[in-house]
């Protein structure tokens, strides 16, 4: 299926997330013991991983179906234990979506979104397959259930804030006596027994969680009791797709490995990838995760329209879990000795992927289901007469988008909100510039703009006091309104609104004639909102290289307290701005009263990934744009007219081709001749 444009964009920023801190991390977290694991979940909470399954009605980004089986198949490919603990909160969600009231949603999203985590307790010792075999009772006591039993291989169950637990009510009467419940994980009698120590998926905490005389409340039984079994089979129906797409992740990470190994690994004086053994696999591997990934997109696409799923949602978990086997182990052949080393990727997601053949239904589970399902949808055969012309199904009209979620208050700390401005610079993608062929020159035209480097620390520390005490963050740039792609990444990353001075009459002003039509532009903007600017930061690199001279000019012009080339900084109990700054020494700390500037030096933190509420608003959000009629900077002191920095005279070095070459020399004689030729050319 062909995504659309908003698909398009949340695939590519969740693939930028897994390129960048997944699969470049994850073996080293998982060789450390897990450790520097919490720190890659922040991220992926930051961005709004864990609220997947969130209605935008309960403060998430409300994702179709599609979205969020794509979305799946991205962060599997760079780990599934990630996957399996970030979409572990949409299976404990599904029976709360299912069958919770509003009120029970409501509370369950917003427990599950403070403590981060949820986990689907089902599984027990003698209940896997066979949820006839569950134990855990509930028995209810006046108003309250009182819970007792021991689950078992239990995803997120260390972590979890909350759990959906099937108990139950009537044990006579197997699966016909199943109910389900809510439970907190901070309730009298609730605690972790055995953490498992798996082959693979290490990356995910699986535990035992106990159950000791839990007692919760009455509303907290999920429809009906002794309904439950129900609940759970359109519960896992629902999930399934989800771990075909991990199937697929993995499918597609292996295929990825085992082609860019084939086309560097030599044999036989040529690439092994031209060798038609090879071939012939990696073309399968490729075969398998195509088509793994249009089932689990149908059974997706049959979800989202409201129609019957079962049949395909099975097919979807068994194919894409074969093909994410199949093609680890074909990858590994390719590969040889190599494969199975630790060294190399294609170890890790060889243990990680047969899990994925067991849990959720085990495939031959899935295909006992699958044929119970052809057997109801196959009945004549073709025996029944050709009709001359079929009617064509009406079309179901789309369901409305839900409206964006609200953006969260940050933490307060004090009484007081920050009003904060960000100066950015725009700089060309420089991944994306190419070279005249002929000229030898950059070409500009077409590449987006992105945001200078050092302003990005600038920004991310601005987010950071906002989620310290809550209030505004405005960003600003000067530039061509084509600068709007750079305000747009500071919009998607969590800035409340920005400006774009934008005027051929500012065109060629330099560093100073430009901090001066800033700093005007920000006592402008303060005046029109009768209220000041708390704290202005901009990066110490913010125009010009390393000059460093616009937060300085704009303290100047506004006469407003600086600290320049701080690190960090933070809002104090008195209302002060407390920064780190470097010295010879290691750090000095300097505190300012607000209004102040603030010059950011290259931080330890760098600009968080956008989530998907604020990438969604990012995109259609109105950019303000600032002129020379709003921003009133007389003409000798703006453009080419108002600055002061001239150019004397240029120097062009000298072309040379003149060299030294090294020959008839062992490797150690070579290099003592190039350091000889090197200090005498006072290049060392």
């Known amino acids: 299926m062909l995504f659309d444009e908003e698909t398009r964009d949340l695939l590519d920023m ?31 909470v930051g961005m709004g991983l864990n609220a997947l399954c969130v209605p935008a009605e309960f403060g998430g980004p409300g994702l179709t179906n599609v979205q969020t089986f794509a979305i799946a198949e991205e962060i599997a490919r760079g780990d599934i234990g990630v996957g399996t603990t970030v979409l572990g909160n949409c299976l404990a969600s599904y029976p709360v979506i299912i069958a919770g009231t509003k009120e029970q949603q409501e509370y369950w999203f917003q427990t599950m979104m403070e403590k981060r985590w949820a986990a689907f307790a089902l599984t027990e010792p003698n209940a896997g397959s066979d949820a006839g075999g569950v134990r855990t009772t ?17 995803s997120n169950g260390p972590i979890a804030g909350i759990y959906t637990v099937l108990a139950s009510t009537r044990p006579s009467a197997g699966v016909l ?5 809510m439970v907190e994980r901070d309730r009298p009698g609730v605690s972790i027994g055995k953490e498992e120590d798996k082959m693979g998926m290490r990356l995910s905490c699986t535990s035992e969680v106990i159950f000791d005389n839990v007692r919760i409340p009455k509303s907290h039984m999920l429809g009906k009791k002794n309904r439950g079994f129900k609940i759970i089979l359109e519960t896992l129906d629902h999930s399934r797709g989800a771990v075909g797409a991990f199937g697929v992740g993995i499918a597609q990470r292996a295929c990825e490995i085992a082609t860019v190994y084939a086309k560097q690994r030599k044999q036989f004086g040529a690439p092994v990838a031209n060798l038609q053994a090879v071939e012939q696999m990696l073309a399968d591997m490729e075969i398998r995760a195509q088509t793994g990934r249009q089932m689990y997109l149908h059974a997706a696409e049959l979800m989202d329209a409201g129609l019957p799923f079962t049949l395909e ?114 700089v060309p993608d420089t991944n994306q510039i190419k070279i005249d062929p002929i000229k030898h020159t950059l070409i500009r ?93 901009c990066g110490k690199q913010a125009i010009d290289g390393d000059t460093g001279q616009v ?134």
């Open 14 to 44: 969740v693939r930028e997330f897994v390129d960048n801190e997944i699969i470049p991390n994850v073996g080293e977290i998982e060789k450390n013991d897990n450790e520097g694991l919490d720190e890659l979940l922040d991220k992926a």
């Open 313 to 426: 949602a099975s097919c979807a978990k068994t194919a894409g879990t074969d093909a994410g086997m199949a093609n680890v182990v074909d990858g590994l052949q390719v590969m040889g000795g190599y494969g199975y080393m630790k060294d190399y990727p294609m170890e890790k997601i060889f243990r990680d992927a047969k899990i994925l053949q067991i849990y959720e239904g085990t495939n031959q589970v899935q295909r006992g289901v699958i044929a119970g399902q052809m057997k109801k949808k196959y009945t004549d055969g073709g025996s029944k007469p050709a009709t001359i012309a079929a009617k064509k199904p009406e079309k179901k009209p789309e369901s409305p988008k839900p409206a964006p979620a609200p953006k969260a208050e940050g933490k307060r700390v004090s009484g007081k909100e920050l009003n904060i401005l960000v100066c950015v610079k725009q």
């Open 177 to 181: 006596g199943l109910t389900a419940f």
């Open 551 to 684: 937060g300085p000019e704009i303290s100047q012009h506004l006469n407003r307290a600086l600290i320049s080339y701080a690190v960090e900084a933070t809002l104090q109990e008195n209302g002060a701005i407390r920064c780190k700054r470097e010295s010879d020494e290691g750090y000095d700390f300097y505190e300012t009263k607000t209004p102040c500037v603030l010059t950011m030096n290259k931080t330890p933190y760098d600009l968080r990934y956008p989530n998907f509420q604020t990438r969604r608003a990012a995109k259609t959000a109105e950019i303000f744009v600032l002129t020379s009629a709003e921003v009133e900077v007389p003409e000798n002191e703006r453009g080419l007219k108002g600055s002061p920095t001239k150019v004397k005279k240029t120097y062009t070095p000298v072309r040379t081709k003149n060299g030294t070459k090294i020959e008839g020399m062992d490797g150690a004689e070579a290099a003592k001749k190039l350091v000889g030729l090197m200090t005498d050319a006072k290049l060392l």
């Open 138 to 154: 509930a028995v209810l006591d006046g108003e309250e259930w009182v819970i007792n039993g021991t689950k078992c291989f239990i």
């Open 445 to 537: 035209e077409g590449v987006p703009a992105i945001v200078n480097t050092f302003d990005t620390y600038a920004l991310e520390t601005a987010l950071r006091l906002k989620d310290q005490v809550g209030g505004k963050v405005t960003v600003i740039s000067m530039g061509l309104p084509a600068a709007k792609d750079a305000l747009r990444e500071c919009l998607a990353a969590g800035a409340d609104e920005a400006y774009l001075i934008t005027d051929r009459a500012f065109g060629g002003s330099d560093t100073l004639a430009t901090s001066k039509i800033i700093s005007t532009a920000i006592a402008t903007l303060e005046k029109k909102n009768d209220r000041v600017f708390d704290v202005i930061l």
